[in-house]
C-alpha cells in the first residue's frame, strides 16, 4: 500500500507540474477521465495496456499522433500500446482495411506518420481500393502481399472487431485513450475538464498528463 501511494504521489506532482495550463491537483474521475462501466479484460500481464481508438481520416487524431507518439515512446515498457481503427461509413472503409493490412504486415507504426500525411495535406483520399494499393506500392511496399493480405479473412476479421471494440469500450468519438481496460482519457474531456486550455495543442499535450498519472495507477495496483 505504501508503494502504490508513493507511485501515484509521483503522478500526481507530475500532473501539477505542468503548470498553470493544467489542473493543479490529481486528474478526477468523472471529468478527466471516466471510469468504464464494466472493465475489460487485459493480456499484458505487469505492463499496462494503452489502446487508442483513431481513425485516419479524422483531423484530431491526426495532430494528436505525433504529441501520442512521443508519449508511448517516452513510457517504453512499461506499457503495451495498440491502436482500434474505427469503422465510420463505406467512403472511407478502405483506410480502415488499410490500417489493419499494414497492422498485419507489422508496418503499422512505420507508416502511421506517411498515411497520415498523405491525407492531410498531401493530396490522397484512400477512399477506394485501387487508390489504397497505387499509394503502397509507390511507397515501397510489396503490391501483390499486401492486395492478398488487404483482401483475407484475418483482416476482415480485424475490420468487424473494430466495431464490437468500440462497443465494449463505449466508443462514441476519437481519440479516446482507454488505460488498463479500466479508464478513458482523451483531449476532449481534458478540455471540458480545464477551461483555461484553450487550444487543442494544449489540451492534447495536458491529456499525456492524465495518462501519466492513470498508468502510475493501474501499475500500482498490479503490485
Known amino acids: 500500500m505504501r508503494m502504490m501511494k508513493q507511485i501515484l504521489s509521483v503522478a500526481v506532482l507530475a500532473f501539477a507540474s505542468f503548470g498553470a495550463a493544467a489542473s493543479p491537483a490529481a486528474p478526477k474521475e468523472g471529468a478527466e477521465y471516466k471510469a468504464l462501466p464494466t472493465p475489460q479484460p487485459t493480456d499484458t500481464g505487469k505492463k499496462v495496456e494503452v489502446i487508442e481508438f483513431f481513425a485516419y481520416w479524422c483531423p484530431h ?20 500500446f ?3 481503427h474505427v469503422p465510420y461509413n463505406e467512403r472511407v472503409a478502405p483506410q480502415q482495411k488499410l490500417y489493419y493490412t499494414l497492422e498485419s504486415l507489422g508496418l503499422a507504426d512505420q507508416f502511421q506518420p506517411k498515411v497520415l500525411a498523405a491525407l492531410h495535406g498531401g493530396g490522397q483520399g484512400f477512399t477506394s481500393d485501387e487508390e489504397v494499393f497505387a499509394w ?6 510489396d503490391k501483390q502481399k499486401f492486395i492478398d493480405t488487404y483482401r483475407s479473412f484475418g483482416v476482415a476479421g480485424k475490420v468487424r472487431r473494430s466495431a464490437a471494440l468500440m462497443d465494449s469500450y463505449k466508443v462514441e468519438y476519437w481519440p479516446l ?16 475538464a480545464n ?23 493501474a501499475k500500482a495496483e498490479k503490485k
Open 195 to 217: 477551461k483555461n486550455l484553450n487550444t487543442e495543442a494544449a489540451q492534447q499535450q495536458a491529456t499525456t498528463q492524465v495518462l501519466d498519472f492513470l498508468v502510475a495507477k
Open 61 to 80: 487524431c491526426h495532430t494528436f499522433d505525433p504529441i501520442l507518439s512521443a508519449w508511448v515512446k517516452k513510457q517504453g515498457d512499461n506499457i503495451v
Open 177 to 192: 485513450i482507454v488505460v488498463d481496460g479500466r479508464w478513458q482519457a482523451s483531449p476532449s474531456l481534458t478540455g471540458e
Open 82 to 84: 495498440k491502436r482500434v
Open 136 to 141: 503502397v506500392a509507390n511507397n515501397g511496399v
